[in-house]
């Protein structure tokens, strides 16, 4: 998988579903991440070839509850984000998947109380010693690539220290959501922060928070480099005296682009035509919901969330869809 110059779409609990996955990929988005899934919950798993759909189910063991479902279709894009705060069982979990999707995640920013509790999510961030032993271990054990997702930690210098050491694991890249721990979805994304780390790693930087329009793929990437800095040199002794060239340097920037909430409230933000209307957006998320069975809480929850962005849910129609207990009903 490269990481570079890619539109990405991210990962997004109750959201990243395959329906969504796909719809993203059809305008456009080159990466497309699944909601975050927690190791003890994937290793509970079976792994089952859906015939009817066409599609590869990981089902919790004695029941019939699809915890993940992928297809061949997005086998070269789709990455399998995980919640971990252990190593084995990282590793454990992503050696369930490994054969079905094109790269593994690990979540190092969600700020929810569940994944702190569980030492997972933003908890690791304090825990540098613990994301070595995950990334190493991941490294070590799996052929595909293994990125990792963080916030901004309280200084620059403490998440470009953290980066750096993230780096150094062998990681393929890393994604970094432009806001701290304690900052709520409405404050600014700091994309200076997001330079910062761009500018000291050489593995791709993924740049996330707040892209909502095409353009602003272009507008992430050029604010989070393009500064210029004299390169360090290690000259041996003979040069000293001696007339030195110096070379100013480009920094790059960030290499991809991830978005989250403009591709929820309208998945054609990947399209460089242009978004279509939200309607038949919805329209079109809701029947590959049907095409691919997904699981009814996550097709409320996303048209909820896509919907909220655009109208009063006071509407007839999302009254409709707040009783459906079915896709057949919503539908
Ligand atoms: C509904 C929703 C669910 C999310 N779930 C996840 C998740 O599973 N894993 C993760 O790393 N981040 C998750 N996030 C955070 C996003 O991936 C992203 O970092 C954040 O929303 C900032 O990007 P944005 O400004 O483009 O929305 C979620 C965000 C939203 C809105």
């Not at 054990?141 to 062998?170: Q, W």
Request: glycine share 6%.
């Amino acid at each position: 998988m490269d990481y570079h110059n890619k539109l990405i779409l991210a990962p997004m609990v109750r959201v990243g579903t395959l329906p969504l996955r796909l719809l993203a990929a059809e305008y456009g988005a080159d990466i497309t991440y699944g909601e975050e899934i927690v190791d003890h919950k994937i290793v509970k798993c079976d792994r089952r070839i859906n015939e009817l759909l066409g599609s590869t189910d990981f089902v919790e063991k004695g029941t019939e509850s699809v915890v993940f479902r992928t297809c061949d279709q997005e086998k070269d894009k789709v990455v399998f984000q995980i919640g971990t705060s252990d190593a084995v069982r990282a590793l454990t979990a992503a050696q369930l998947v490994c054969n079905d999707v094109a790269a593994i995640d690990i979540n190092m920013g969600c700020p929810k109380p569940f994944s702190l509790s569980g030492g997972m999510g933003a908890a690791l961030l304090s825990k540098p010693e613990l994301i070595s032993d995950i990334l190493t271990t991941l490294r070590r054990n799996l052929t595909l690539p293994v990125t990792c997702k963080i916030r901004l930690l309280k200084s620059p210098h403490d998440t470009v220290e953290l980066a750096r050491r993230i780096e150094k694991t062998g990681v393929h890249a890393i994604a970094v959501h432009g806001r701290h721990v304690l900052d709520r979805p409405r404050d600014p994304a700091k994309w200076s922060g997001i330079a910062d780390v761009a500018s000291a790693l050489s593995i791709p930087v993924i740049a996330n928070g707040d892209v909502f329009e095409y353009d602003d793929f272009q507008r992430i990437k050029s604010a989070t480099g393009m500064f210029w800095h004299i390169p360090r040199l290690n000259l041996p002794n003979s040069c000293l005296g001696s007339s030195l060239q110096i070379v100013l340097v480009a920094d790059k920037g960030a290499s991809s682009v991830m978005a989250a909430r403009g591709a929820l409230w309208n998945p054609s933000i990947f399209s460089p035509e242009g978004k279509v209307h939200y309607e038949i957006m919805e329209k079109e998320y809701i029947r590959k919901c049907i095409l691919w069975d997904n699981d009814i809480r996550s097709t409320k929850h996303t048209l909820r969330d896509m919907k909220s962005h655009y109208t009063s849910l006071e509407v007839p129609f999302w009254r409709a869809v707040v009783k459906a207990e079915s896709t057949a009903d919503v539908a």
